[in-house]
């Protein structure tokens, strides 16, 4: 099995999965804003890989279906299993983001794994990617100076429902081309740096 992570590409995606359980322990240490900036980093590792699967010539389609189980399940723990953490653990378990989260999580497996099955036909994705909740977390995140204390927690469950909700509609979403990774790219690293920044201070 550890013969797959000698893959490039599966590499970084274990990789990304790395730094999506050090995100949930920074979380469950209290520092959400350092995990918030670190799951950033993961979702470049998400986006990177794709481009070093393609890229890497003589590649065993073994390889490349256990690259993208893995990637899926990387997808998961990043865009669902830390979103929900950060969540619960900002309210003190309190039930509204216990129910989102735990909707957020369910609904993401659900997207993840339906696309496995059924791909993106058109070359649209069926349902707003899960990969689309980190970027709206470190927004949300970025915003938090400005949210009063007492609705942030509710609120940021809220937003991770309707997230959920979008994950498993019928909405034809285009995938990601071009200069959006140039885009993408330059949001996580900057959103990174001020989070992290902010988070340590």
């Not at 979103?83 to 989260?101: D, K, Q, R």
């Not at 997207?111 to 990969?131: A, E, H, K, M, Q």
Request: aromatic share 8%; glycine share 8%; proline share 5%.
């Amino acid at each position: 099995m550890f013969r797959q992570l000698i893959d490039p590409a599966n590499a970084i995606t274990a990789a990304g999965l790395v730094l999506s359980v050090i995100g949930i322990n920074l979380a469950i240490a209290g520092r959400l804003e350092v995990g918030v900036a670190i799951v950033l980093w993961a979702l470049l590792a998400d986006h990177l890989d794709g481009v070093v699967a393609q890229r890497t010539q003589g590649r065993a389609a073994e390889t490349g279906q256990v690259g993208k189980n893995l990637d899926s399940l990387a997808d998961l723990v990043s865009a669902g299993v830390f979103p929900a953490v950060t969540s619960i653990i900002m309210a003190h378990g309190s039930l509204v983001p216990v129910v989102a989260g735990t909707v957020l999580v369910v609904a993401s497996a659900l997207r993840l794994s339906y696309f496995n099955v059924f791909g993106s036909p058109g070359g649209r994705f069926i349902g707003v990617p899960t990969t689309y909740v980190i970027p709206a977390t470190a927004i949300v995140f970025l915003l938090r100076p400005v949210i009063p204390d007492a609705i942030f927690p509710n609120l940021f469950a809220f937003i991770l429902f309707v997230l959920a909700v979008l994950h498993v509609s019928s909405l034809r979403v285009p995938k990601t081309t071009g200069i959006m990774y140039l885009v993408i790219t330059a949001f996580c690293v900057g959103a990174s740096i001020v989070l992290a920044t902010r988070g340590l201070a």
